[in-house]
């Protein structure tokens, strides 16, 4: 625990991933180190505006008690509400950006069946909105959807990730206005896209000039088109796939019927998909098909991330300088959340990151905070730590297949909107997939 004015600058034991030192590189790379020493510290903002995000029920005045309630014996100051507002519009969004950049990443482990395959990481590309304040301020950056009921009651955000589908840790991510469409932002997360790796995608991305520029970062890229999309065939391979272009871009093209069966009844969906993977031997078009539901893993991440965290809450801030300086710290805390979760698990060989519970996880960081404990790393090193015992010791079951009807809801309207789609939350149900010969052109 750090000493005098910096004691309440701390995140319980997810410290140990964001220690003093990288919070005091960030502020001084971003020159939002104080001038003077003043009673709220730079580096206690930063933590305080990261402890927010693990506290989303609580206001600021509400997560500093929480950081201080375990300093009994320090002299620790009282803020008002209006010193941590101010404190943290001295501090910014750079410093909070500085470390999202550093931290993300996919994590370190190759344990578990939807991290790699074929020696490919396996990636996914999607898009969410978040939900902020409706005030004059930010309203002056981030707008309000129409829609046929009257649109949305707060302005929104939209929010584009890299995710690593395996441990779905972020490798990187972006937002802004949603007058910006989802293929508008891609192309900034392209130079996170290296050789070795597989983007997994949706019918949003089928855009012919973005998935050329995708290709040319080396990646892989399989995602899925419109079924109607006309499609030169080329050449057809006993896969069932056949040899396509889209543009100056060849691809194999696999169109596959996929069968979904659960308690509830059967659900049979048409895919078409595109791949740059050429070569049908070393991949095969039934492996390409069954790879592609790994794509669901980064609407698992939005939905720890906009429910388990944030609970549906409307973001705090009131200002967009101060939406970014949110959005990042809820960014860099999920990492923190995700890594703490894979490197427990790695420390159990064999253990697919797939079972960990974010939820567990997410609960026990919150004790930490509440605690003050595992502020500083013991003299031995342990890759799990508290966080990752509690979650170690209550692992979730296998990796499975699963759907659920997928009903979009919000707080302004009553109606349901659109159909099932496949989700990994609700019953058990096994799969059958069929490659169907490509038609003539």
């Known amino acids: 625990m750090a000493g005098g004015r910096f004691a309440p600058g701390h995140l319980g034991e997810l410290t140990q991933l964001v220690p003093f030192e990288m919070v005091d590189a960030a502020l001084s790379a971003t020159r939002a180190v104080q001038s003077r020493l003043r009673d709220l510290p730079s580096r206690v903002v930063v933590y305080l505006v990261l402890a927010a995000c693990l506290f989303p029920e609580a206001g600021y005045l509400g997560v500093w008690r929480k950081l201080t309630g375990a300093l009994a014996g320090l ?165 069932g796939s056949c040899l396509s272009v889209l543009g100056s871009l060849r691809v194999r093209v696999i169109d596959c019927e996929i069968t979904i069966t659960t308690t509830a009844g059967k659900h049979t969906g048409l895919y078409r998909l595109a791949t740059t993977l050429l070569d049908h031997h070393r991949h095969p078009a039934a492996e390409l098909t069954t790879l592609y ?31 970014d300086q949110e959005i990042y710290a809820l960014l860099v805390v999920y990492q923190l959340l995700r890594t703490a979760m894979a490197d427990a698990t790695s420390s159990r060989p064999g253990t697919d990151p797939d079972r960990a519970g974010f939820s567990i996880a997410w ?48 707080a302004i309207s009553k109606y349901q909107a659109r159909g099932p789609r496949i989700d990994r939350t609700s019953y058990k149900a096994t799969t059958s997939i069929e490659i169907l010969t490509a038609a003539s052109p």
């Open 75 to 239: 002299p620790v100051v009282a803020p008002t509400a209006s010193a941590l507002a101010q404190a943290r519009r001295r501090v910014g969004s750079k410093p909070l950006r500085w470390l999202f950049d550093l931290l993300r990443g996919p994590a370190a482990t190759r344990h578990g069946p939807g991290i790699r395959w074929r020696d490919l990481l396996v990636v996914a590309l999607d898009g969410t909105t978040l939900t902020v304040p409706d005030t004059p301020a930010v309203l002056t950056r981030f707008t309000k959807q129409a829609g046929n009921h009257g649109g949305t009651g707060y302005p929104q955000v939209r929010l584009l990730a890299l995710v690593a589908c395996g441990t779905r840790t972020l490798i990187d991510a972006v937002f802004g206005p949603t007058t910006a469409g989802e293929t508008t932002y891609a192309p900034r997360l392209l130079p996170s896209l290296r050789p070795g790796m597989i983007l997994l995608a949706d019918r949003n991305f089928g855009a012919q000039r973005l998935l050329a520029d995708i290709a040319a970062t080396g990646a892989e890229v399989l995602v899925r088109l419109k079924n109607g999309r006309r499609m030169p065939v080329l050449a057809r391979f006993p896969d």
């Open 293 to 323: 539901h790994q794509r669901w893993e980064i609407e698992t991440a939005y939905l720890e991330l906009k429910s388990t965290i944030l609970g549906g809450r409307v973001l705090r801030a009131r200002t967009p300088e101060g939406v």
């Open 363 to 410: 609960q026990a960081a919150r004790d930490q905070v509440v605690l003050a404990a595992g502020v500083i790393a013991d003299t031995v090193v342990d890759l799990a730590g508290t966080i990752g015992r509690h979650v170690l010791a209550d692992l979730l079951p296998e990796r499975r297949l699963r759907v659920s009807p997928r009903i979009v809801k919000r």
